[in-house]
């Protein structure tokens, strides 16, 4: 089944630590993203790759970092920066090109903080 | 000034009405619009998009796009309990060239 796979599920952080967030995609697509959602907020994008070896921050990169080794793979880090990290994470990869391009979303990582 | 926005709702609709969500944007260069659905703790699935004015009906659901007057709708018809989701628009296409979204609309059907 073609797809995007976030993992894992629900991920708890320790005051200092960095936690990484996992997502794959299967569906051969070129760009892919990382968004944050909070309770009652719209989406906020922290990160793009729209080809292998190349990002660009969103609106809220500080205190995140990422990489884009393989077409299929774009883990997000959270650092011990990121004060308030709390949130539902949201990975996505899009087909299509310009005006044609579609955002599909993976599963999705509940982040908490012990 | 939100780039996208949405009523935050909750929208009441009892079970076989027409439920009306709106949306509009502050960047007239957008060129492509959509409609995910997301249930409570789960992610967002596309359900509709739309690039021309006019509306484009899939199913029970119908999207509208007024470019002139910077305003995406969408309609779902004979609604269901299934439909009790919050609805998130998007657009994309314009001077900040990725996807914004608004804050999303709840949705809640009784029956």
């Known amino acids: 089944d073609g797809g995007i796979t976030q993992s894992p599920k629900y991920l708890f952080r320790k005051e200092g630590q960095n936690v990484t967030l996992s997502c794959e995609q299967n569906?051969?697509?070129?760009?892919m993203y990382w968004y944050r959602q909070d309770p009652g907020q719209g989406l906020r994008l922290i990160y793009y790759?729209?080809?292998?070896?190349?990002?660009q921050k969103g609106d809220i990169a500080e205190g995140y970092s990422v990489s884009r080794e393989k077409k299929e793979s774009f883990p997000l880090t959270v650092t011990s920066a990121q004060k308030n990290p709390t949130a539902f994470y949201l990975c996505?990869?899009?087909?299509?090109?310009?005006?044609?391009?579609?955002?599909?979303f993976g599963s999705g990582t509940q982040l908490s903080v012990l | 000034q939100k780039e996208v926005e949405q009523n935050s709702g909750p929208l009441s609709v009892p079970e076989g009405a027409i439920a009306s969500l709106n949306c509009t944007y502050s960047?007239?260069?957008?060129?492509?619009f959509f409609w995910y659905r997301q249930y409570s703790g789960k992610s967002p699935e596309l359900i509709m998009f739309?690039?021309?004015?006019g509306d484009k009906e899939d199913g029970r659901f119908t999207a509208q796009l007024n470019k002139a007057s910077q305003y995406v709708s969408l309609l779902i018809r004979d609604s269901q309990p299934s439909d009790s989701a919050t609805y998130l628009c998007?657009?994309?296409?314009?001077?900040?060239?990725?996807?914004?979204f608004g804050a999303g609309t709840q949705v809640v059907v009784t029956p």
């Open positions: 960047d007239r260069g957008s060129q492509s």
């Open positions: 998007a657009a994309t296409g314009g001077s900040w060239g990725k996807f914004q």
């Open positions: 790759s729209q080809i292998v070896n190349d990002f």
């Open positions: 996505a990869s899009a087909t299509g090109w310009g005006s044609n391009e579609k955002l599909f």
């Open positions: 569906l051969n697509h070129d760009a």
């Open positions: 739309i690039y021309s004015n």
